[in-house]
């Protein structure tokens, strides 16, 4: 038996979860990830990324023409098009938010057709889907606001560190002197 490649498995995943969901779910995910509804006609950057994101997951899940797809949103082929040739490549190397939704839809997917494909409380199907979806989400944002917190941590720790050896060193000096001290640190930090 011949072990498959992971970017195998990925595609075959892919093709497992095409067409199982809607326009409508992809673009409900959109406006759940960013927090507000994507379809208002703006420029404003967030926007525009949350648009691209909706195009390029229509695009990998679904087999719908360009023009269905932006539809949904009052938009022509073309933009969807621009979209996804000009932003798309742009914002999943430089916006940690767009890949972090990239990445949550991904997971949402595959739960959302687990649920579908399993036997009990179809009806509650988009309830334990958006729910699960919103926790990863939730989770990703939590992870993210404690390495900042950690980070913050570990500066404050060197600040103290650098306060403490600077208080030792001032606690040394001569009262009379102290005023020199001051005036040649003052030049030292004007030099850097």
């Known amino acids: 038996m011949e072990q498959m490649t992971i970017k195998q498995a990925e595609l075959e995943l892919k093709d497992r979860l095409k067409n199982r969901i809607s326009l409508e779910k992809i673009k409900q995910f959109v406006d ?10 703006t420029r404003k950057d967030e926007y525009i990324q949350a648009r691209t994101m909706y195009y390029f ?14 539809a949904l949103l009052d938009k022509d082929h073309a933009t969807v098009l621009h ?3 000009n932003n798309h490549g742009f914002y999943v190397e430089n916006n940690h938010n767009y890949r972090i939704g990239l990445n949550s839809f991904d997971d949402y997917i595959i739960r959302y057709v687990e649920i579908l ?3 009990d409380n179809k009806q509650d199907l988009d309830v334990k ?3 699960e979806s919103v926790l990863y989400i939730e ?11 950690k980070a913050e941590y570990e500066i404050l720790r060197q600040n103290a560190k650098v306060s403490s050896v600077l208080s030792n060193i001032v606690n040394r000096i001569p009262e009379n002197k102290l005023s020199l001290v001051v ?8 030099m850097l």
């Open 57 to 70: 997951i229509s695009r990998e899940y679904t087999s719908k023409s360009l023009s269905d797809i932006g």
């Open 129 to 131: 889907a958006i729910k």
């Open 117 to 119: 494909e399993s036997k």
């Open 83 to 85: 979209n996804l040739k």
């Open 32 to 41: 759940r990830h960013y927090r507000f509804n994507i379809d208002r006609n």
């Open 183 to 190: 005036e040649r640190l003052e030049a030292m930090v004007k």
């Open 139 to 149: 989770n990703t944002k939590l992870k993210e606001e404690l390495q900042d917190v």
